[in-house]
């Protein structure tokens, strides 16, 4: 995927978090997920408009109506071409957001807005992509394809390896769980995704050299999560 198309992200984020959405990148295999309330955003992204990108937008409506497209400003916004892509998704009931990439300050703008849904209901669909967006306490880049994408699940994962990393002896689930991960930390444990817990004795798991390893990498998530488990000391008044 060209990297320009990561560049989309940033401004959209920026317009939607303007109006009081929580935004994720990235969510349940869609570009964009945006939750305010009861209200769920989606929003597919390309660098141009074409079939790929409308067909990923109608499937995007099996779980919520309030779905977008967005691409690029388009140079001339009276081209025959772009007044007939307005007029398309009007008809398939999609909005549109365009970015200005051909600005020095770039910026997302909302050009049409999708009908809006009359359903009061929620499907399973839109309840799994707004559990996720309030699972995630840190974001990831909407439109990459090789960026490892940060889950929930994944968060819960170096959470559970930070404090194995101060625990040397180990920890059992239920220890781990009064000190503040959440209630499948057992499952986390044993089924071990991502190979970085090993079992020390029934019941009690420790580190990998590969969970080590990972967490020597560092980077902004097991910052965040190291900083909760050594607390910053407080300095004597």
Not at 113 to 139: C, M, Q, W, Y
Not at 188 to 209: A, R
Request: charged letters at 25%.
């Amino acid at each position: 995927m060209d990297k320009r198309e990561a560049t989309l992200y940033e401004p959209i984020k920026n317009l939607l978090t303007a109006q009081g959405f929580t935004v994720r990148g990235e969510v349940n295999y869609c570009d964009i997920a945006a939750v305010r309330g009861g209200e769920l955003w989606l929003v597919e992204m390309k660098l141009s408009a074409n079939l790929t990108l409308i067909y990923q937008a109608m499937e995007r409506k099996k779980i919520t109506s309030t779905v977008f497209i967005a691409i690029p400003r388009p140079r001339n916004s009276r081209s025959k071409n772009f007044m007939a892509l307005k007029k398309l998704l009007k008809k398939l009931e999609i909005g549109l957001i365009t970015v200005a990439l051909d600005s020095p300050v770039l910026h997302a703008e909302i050009i049409a807005l999708p009908s809006p849904s009359t359903s009061k209901k929620e499907n399973k669909k839109a309840a799994a992509v707004k559990k996720e967006i309030h699972g995630r306490s840190f974001d990831t880049l909407g439109g990459t394809t090789k960026t490892k994408i940060n889950t929930a699940y994944r968060e819960r994962c170096i959470k559970i390896a930070c404090f194995l990393e101060q625990h040397k002896d180990g920890l059992s689930a239920k220890q781990l769980r009064n000190m503040g991960c959440e209630h499948d930390a057992w499952s986390i444990l044993s089924n071990n995704n991502y190979g970085w817990f090993v079992k020390l004795e029934k019941g009690v798991y420790g580190l990998t050299e590969s969970g080590r390893e990972f967490l020597a990498e560092g980077g902004e998530i097991v910052g965040y999560y190291r900083g909760r488990v050594y607390p910053s000391p407080t300095k004597d008044m």
